[in-house]
């Protein structure tokens, strides 16, 4: 297969880890018989640095014109005092946005090698955590109307939270074919006890429900689940929510699995093209060095050959490369304790391709 993917490699520790991910790609292309074509575009603080946008029109065009985005991280202190309309962050919600991309998918997964990591009670932890948060992406208060006024002399923020019927339905149908392929089960996730927009939002996903006899499905307070990620993650499968709780609660879960570096993510819209990016920012205290962990951006890009170019089979073996070199005892400094080996993130980057290439 030949598959053009857009490369965003972005800011501070970005370009090291996205180059990591791609030595493992271009080993998979040479074993599997596939050709990558990567177009690198400028995005986020380095768009900003080479034209003073963030998400200058040719990079969004790039991003519309290939088969899906690989992103490593923007943003950094250096474009702190920048217009807000214009932070290395608005790229990513410009590029969202401009593709279509509605749905977040982040697993929260433990690796067994990692357990040690995890801050939650080893009798937590054994019971496994794995499950996915599929989070609605390009609705709800982020992208709501909001404004400042001054009423009665002071001062009053208003940010607006609005979803339709098709926005919930669309991403509760995402969480529930995604659930077929896991555990069988949703859990959605809303403050129906409070909010209008929760309340309709619950409505949608058990009408939706109804559509898959066959997956458990259960609804689930917001409060109560940042209670329950912590209490007993093991409960859950696929968990579906709207675009700040969602924010919100897969920061947390991530949490608990032990290491930023590790977690990939994918946004999907309608169609296979995806972007995937990890989930951790562009690190700036340590960006350069040659130390963050790869790991994350490597798995992401598994996701994009499974979810977007249909390559199971590929990504699997992107996995178990990863799974092997932490058997081995090989650790980035995030992830290192006492009697692993160190290595640097271009050595993560080899070590993953040679096992590649061993299998
Ligand atoms: P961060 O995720 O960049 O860093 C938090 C901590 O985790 C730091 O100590 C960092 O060194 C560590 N860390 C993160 N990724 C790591 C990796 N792969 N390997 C080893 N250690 C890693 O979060 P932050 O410091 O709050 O944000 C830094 C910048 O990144 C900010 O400008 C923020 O806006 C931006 N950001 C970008 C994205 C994105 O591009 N999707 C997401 C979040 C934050």
Request: with cysteine; aromatic share 6%; hydrophobic share 40%.
């Amino acid at each position: 297969m030949k598959k053009v993917v857009t490369v965003i490699k972005g800011d501070g520790i970005g370009p090291e880890i996205v180059t990591e991910t791609l030595k493992v790609m271009d080993v998979i292309g040479v074993q599997y018989g596939h050709e990558f074509k990567y177009q690198e575009i400028a995005a986020g603080g380095a768009g900003i640095d080479a034209c003073g946008k963030a998400l200058p029109e040719e990079s969004m065009e790039k991003c519309l014109d290939c088969d899906s985005v690989l992103l490593g991280a923007v943003g950094g202190p250096k474009w702190d005092q920048v217009d807000p309309k214009n932070r290395p962050e608005a790229a990513l919600l410009g590029i969202r946005s401009g593709m279509g991309l509605y749905a977040n998918l982040r697993p929260a997964k433990l690796f067994p090698q990692l357990a040690e990591a995890s801050p939650l009670k080893p009798s937590i932890v054994a019971q496994g955590i794995d499950f996915l948060v599929v989070r609605e992406l390009i609705g709800g208060v982020y992208f709501g109307n909001r404004y400042t006024r001054e009423i009665g002399g002071q001062l009053v923020a208003t940010d607006e939270m609005t979803y339709g019927e098709l926005e919930v339905e669309r991403i509760a149908r995402v969480a529930f074919d995604t659930a077929r392929k896991r555990r069988s089960k949703v859990t959605s996730i809303d403050k129906a006890n409070v909010l209008d927009s929760s309340r309709l939002w619950r409505k949608v996903c058990e009408r939706v429900a109804k559509d898959y006899p066959d997956v458990e499905f259960e609804n689930m307070l917001v409060d109560n689940t940042a209670m329950q990620i912590v209490k007993c993650p093991s409960q859950f499968d696929v968990v579906v929510t709207e675009n700040m709780f969602g924010d919100i609660l897969s920061d947390e879960a991530s949490m608990i699995t032990g290491s930023i570096g590790m977690i990939p993510s994918s946004s999907l819209g309608k169609g296979t093209r995806g972007m995937y990016e990890p989930i951790h920012g562009s690190a700036p205290d340590i960006a350069g060095q040659n130390l963050a962990n790869p790991i994350g951006t490597i798995l992401s890009g598994a996701m994009m050959l499974k979810y977007s170019f249909d390559m199971d089979e590929e990504a699997a073996a992107i996995e178990a490369a990863v799974n092997a070199v932490l058997d081995d005892g090989y650790r980035t400094g995030d992830m290192m304790s006492e009697g692993m080996k160190r290595v640097s993130c271009s050595e993560m980057g080899d070590l993953i391709a040679a096992k590649l290439k061993k299998a």
